[in-house]
């Protein structure tokens, strides 16, 4: 339970959103499937995002919870010509037996200024009354 004097520790703000993702698991040490993913985006911010997608061998779970293994990522934003690119680390993921798609908290590891500058504006436009 959440107590009135506690405060979320996010540095950026986020929006929910529900936008496609194309996704690769991609490693230099590891050994992952030379495959494009898609999933959803359930919410954005500055700092990264919060994907629904499917990892396709739980033998990739330590890897990416440990940074072995990166994710790259292509999301259309709905105001957006070109796709925003990335490339991100896992911080967590919820996994759930027997679910084809789990959540899996992303943060941007390498983005460009002019992408993280758009989700900046696209997120502070969704703030606005």
Known sequence: ?????????????????DVPVRYKFLSREHPVPDEIFE??????S???LLLLGRVPDEGL???????RVLVGVVLQL???????????????????????RVPLGLTFREITREHQDAIFRYVIRAHLP
């Open 61 to 67: 779970l330590a890897p990416l919870l440990t940074h």
């Open 78 to 100: 709905p105001t957006l010509a070109e796709p925003i690119k990335a490339l991100c680390r896992v911080g967590w993921i919820e996994s759930h037996p027997g679910r084809e």
């Open 46 to 48: 500055g700092g990264g």
């Open 39 to 44: 999933g959803r985006c359930a919410n954005l």
């Open 1 to 17: 339970m959440q107590r009135p004097y506690e405060t979320e520790r996010r540095e950026f703000a986020r929006v929910n959103v």
